[in-house]
């Protein structure tokens, strides 16, 4: 049980388009998901919590215009990263808490990889 | 707001040694402290978590202790093995009275069992 799936696993774009991350949990509802960003060789950063049918609460320093994130449903969070551009390149990962589950474990995805040219 | 620091960045160890991983964490009203391994590319891995109301954890070779007073908390593998070697991060949540738990992660450690 608690499986989180990531779509796509890996994606290289072109600078200046926008891109689309999904985060679904696969056999539980998750009201709460988060993503993160790693860079090579460091920690996963939080970027924002993703609250089902209401707005994302974005960490300092992350632009909500720039990385749009979108819950509306208990098994599917998105991601899009608009206008990409190289600097955005890293590996992205969602976690997903269990609604049911008292504790505050979080489950996370297989990570997207993004390659921005 | 909440900072978590983790020594030492790099650990080697010889198969079948132990290895301990040290965090601190700046905010008391932490209460939630899950370890996570994670092999390169691939998604963490909650290993095992310690909430604060224990002082010590244990699943088979791996350990957490937790000393609220010091705030801080530790990852013991003991008989390490060669699939032990990886990066670990520690964690912590901020609870703002209502507003969902968020983890803030350590930097990370990365054990290198030799064989």
């Known amino acids: 049980g608690a499986v989180v799936s990531q779509h796509p696993s890996w994606v290289i774009c072109k600078s200046g388009t926008s891109v689309k991350i999904e985060c679904r949990s696969l056999?539980?509802?998750?009201?709460?998901m988060f993503w993160y960003r790693q860079f090579p060789k460091q920690s996963l950063m939080l970027m924002a919590t993703?609250?089902?049918?209401?707005?994302?609460?974005?960490e300092q320093g992350v632009e909500k215009d720039k990385f749009l994130i979108n819950h509306a449903s208990l098994t599917l969070s998105t991601l899009t990263v608009t206008s990409a551009h190289p600097e955005d390149s890293s590996f992205y990962i969602c976690?997903?808490?269990?609604?049911?589950?008292?504790?505050?474990?979080?489950?996370f995805g297989p990570g997207t990889r993004l390659l921005v040219l | 707001g909440e900072n978590v620091e983790q020594h030492p960045s790099t650990l080697s160890v010889q198969e079948g040694d132990s290895a301990v991983i040290k965090c601190t964490y700046s905010?008391?009203?932490?209460?939630?402290f899950p370890w996570y391994k994670q092999e390169l590319g691939k998604r963490p891995q909650l290993i095992i978590d310690?909430?604060?109301?224990?002082g010590e954890k244990k699943d088979q070779r791996i350990a957490v202790t937790l000393n609220k007073t010091a705030k801080h908390f530790s990852l013991h593998i003991t008989e390490t093995q060669p699939e032990d070697s990886a990066v670990y991060f520690c964690?912590?949540?901020?609870?703002?009275?209502?507003?969902?738990?968020?983890?803030?992660f350590g930097t990370g450690t990365l054990l290198a069992v030799q064989p």
């Open positions: 976690s997903a808490r269990d609604s049911r589950q008292i504790q505050e474990t979080q489950y």
């Open positions: 905010d008391s009203a932490s209460n939630y």
């Open positions: 310690i909430r604060s109301n224990v």
């Open positions: 056999d539980f509802q998750a009201t709460t």
């Open positions: 964690a912590a949540t901020v609870n703002y009275g209502g507003a969902t738990n968020k983890l803030i």
């Open positions: 993703s609250n089902e049918g209401s707005k994302a609460t974005y």
